[in-house]
């Protein structure tokens, strides 16, 4: 499921691209450029923080989180190595982001990590086997309700784009997924006890930086009109 999200997610923003002109060899490169990037930020994240980072480096763990970051660096180099294409390529991945997380936390759900916190109410799921991370523990299905919300959010930034025509549709997406994100962390095991969780802490850096960006351009706007 992990790099069925990539597949599936890079395959439509190299559609959406060359069907606002970007030439298709372009296209391709920032698919296989963003996924080299989004590995290794996965990776990253996920090792530095994990608390033992001697250990993490051992094993094979990838965070969301750092997915989309990677994606994010991804999409800043490439958009100053083709200054003429910019525009459809950062709204390209900005768009298909959500529906990338949404598919690869279908992997979480099934293998039953980053699991919810302990409830024993409707849709409550169980995981059981020697992989299982809380056997025999009803738990709320967190993964779930992230694949569910975050596909709802990939259609309304296609809305968004292409319905409404929004100039600020990639700010207000970006800003909509870290506010979703940061808010279902509170219904993960891991946040049991923190104030604040990493996720959340980057989630506040993500949303910061994209009002930030926001006001920039709003500003360069105004200079050059």
Known sequence: MFLLSFLISFMIAVIMMIRKGVDKKKALFSAMFN??????????????????????????????IGGLIGVAVGVIVLSFLFKEYRSPLIKAYALVIPLMYSISKMGCFLVGCCYGIEYDGPFSVTYSGRLAHRPNV???????????VFFVIFWVGLILEYKIRSKYSVSILVIICALTKGSLDFLRSSHVDQIIS???????????????VQLCVKRIKKVYM
């Open 35 to 64: 996924f080299i990037c989004s590995l290794y930020f996965a990776y990253l994240f996920s090792v530095v923080t994990s608390g033992d980072i001697l250990k993490y480096l051992k094993s094979i763990s990838f965070s969301s």
């Open 138 to 148: 009803e738990l709320f299905p967190v993964q779930l309700m992230e694949v569910v």
């Open 198 to 212: 990493v996720n959340q802490a980057a989630c506040i850096v993500i949303i910061i930086i994209s009002l930030i």
